[in-house]
């Protein structure tokens, strides 16, 4: 039945069928095929999605729309450039930054990588070969679902139950996501100082950084009150994210008054048909999970892994490359679906920290949506830049290589992830 369900699913996938009716077709064939009732697929996939935390997910994605569509993100771009739009490679350390800033509203890798391709990529052309602009914009998306709120750490957390938090999780994203975009910019300034790319932008002016800053202290505020207010504790993740729409409209249609009741439509077009998509993988990969569960897949995986190690830093390395594995072929929420019910209770059976294995986790299935052959990011930033899969694929790799050497440092010097939870009572 699994067997079933998992061939047929990588078969669609390489014809190219949408990840999620691939999901959904594998999940019936497998029901199909092990003799049960087909009602089980619509009840799990309601089961799934009728849940209040992940109202959460579509609302970010709509704080995120509405942002750029409001001019958040041109004050964002202005500031970063005013810092160091004017060093060597400044286009691309300003898309570094400028995803940072993104990140910290939208909360998912598809959104920073839509909303920095169509307003920075034109620019980052005029100074820079194609395929390097592609990549730099593919690996500063992928912060999106590290720096908090994310979205990917909200679906975690809901599937590992009360092992871990999402505000716990929210905080181990903040020092690992700041140390991973400053990684990426020393890689930036060596390939520019390398190619020797010219200086970019304006003179850099104290006047017109504290300027800039002024202009986009109220956008810089919003992670402050979304974050801390779930943090803190004064509201959910769900209703931290219903704020985080409330305050986009007021700084578009306020603060920078570019947000127009016209564009109201398309922005809600936008976000839902992002949701929708999110929604469907979650659905349908419960299905999945569901089959896993009365094929007893963890109790057999968990008996094989205890069968090779009993050393938890050798189990974890086994599961991160399963992981990395997994993240190539399956679209990131359906991986977490999947695969968190798995893994998140063998990794306390082995007294590995829950939050940090989680989050090692998140990232590491993060890092998938930047490599091939079905990394998600790759395909939306091909369809922005009319570069082919194979071009993009050339400029990413070093990226690719540099996220999992940052996975690798996470594993292994755990305080980077739990410090600053820890000190915070988590």
């Known amino acids: ?57 579509p609302f970010f994605i709509l704080a995120g729309e509405l942002m750029v569509a409001g001019g958040a993100m041109t004050r964002i771009v ?42 920075i990529i034109p620019s980052l052309n005029k100074s820079y070969d194609k395929k390097f602009s592609a990549s730099v914009v593919i690996a500063s998306a992928n912060l999106g679902p590290i720096i908090p709120p994310s979205a990917g750490m909200i679906v975690y957390a809901i599937m590992a139950g009360s092992s871990v938090s999402v505000s716990a999780l929210f905080l181990a994203g903040v020092l690992p ?41 109220v956008i810089l505020f919003m992670p402050v009150v979304v974050v801390g207010g ?40 936008r976000a839902g048909v992002t949701s929708a998509v999110v929604g469907a993988l979650i659905a349908f990969a419960s299905t999945i999970t569901f089959l896993f569960t009365i094929e007893l897949i963890p109790q057999a995986l968990a008996d094989l892994l205890r069968s090779l190690t009993a050393n938890k830093y050798v189990m974890l390395t086994l599961v991160m490359v399963i992981l990395a594995i997994v993240g190539m072929f399956i679209e990131a929420n359906a991986a977490f679906i999947m695969l968190v019910p798995l893994f998140a209770p063998l990794a306390i059976e082995y007294g590995l920290d829950p939050l940090h294995f ?69």
């Open 358 to 426: 989680g989050f090692l986790f998140v990232l590491n299935i993060v890092i998938g949506s930047i490599t091939p052959p079905i990394g998600v990011l790759l395909f939306v930033i091909s369809g922005i830049t009319r570069l082919s899969i194979g071009q993009i694929v050339s400029g990413i790799w070093p990226y690719v290589v540099l996220q999992f050497g940052f996975l690798a440092l996470c594993m292994f010097w755990p305080a980077l992830v739990t410090t600053l939870p820890r000190m915070l009572g988590y």
């Open 177 to 217: 996501g700041i140390l991973l975009a400053l990684l990426m910019m020393a890689y930036v300034s060596w390939v520019a100082w390398r190619r020797n790319y010219p200086p970019t932008g304006e003179p850099i002016s104290i006047r017109r950084i504290l300027h800039e800053c002024r202009r986009g202290l």
């Open 230 to 269: 779930i943090v803190g504790g004064a509201f959910t993740a769900t209703e931290g994210s219903a704020i985080a729409v409330l305050y986009a409209l007021f700084i578009g249609f306020v603060v920078t008054r570019e947000l127009k009741v016209k564009d109201l439509p398309g922005v809600l077009l």
């Open 1 to 57: 039945m699994i067997a079933v369900a998992i061939c047929l699913f990588f078969v669609l996938a390489l014809l190219g069928m949408p990840l999620a009716f691939a999901i959904g077709a594998a999940s019936l064939a497998g029901l199909w095929f092990g003799d049960m009732n087909l009602s089980i697929l619509p009840e799990r996939m309601m089961y799934a999605v009728d849940s209040f935390p992940l109202m959460a997910i």
């Open 78 to 119: 202005s500031l970063a450039n005013s810092l160091v739009g004017r060093v060597r490679g400044g286009l691309a350390h300003v898309t570094i930054l400028s995803a940072m800033g993104l990140s910290a509203v939208s909360g998912t890798a598809i959104a920073t990588a839509s909303a920095l391709g169509s307003t």
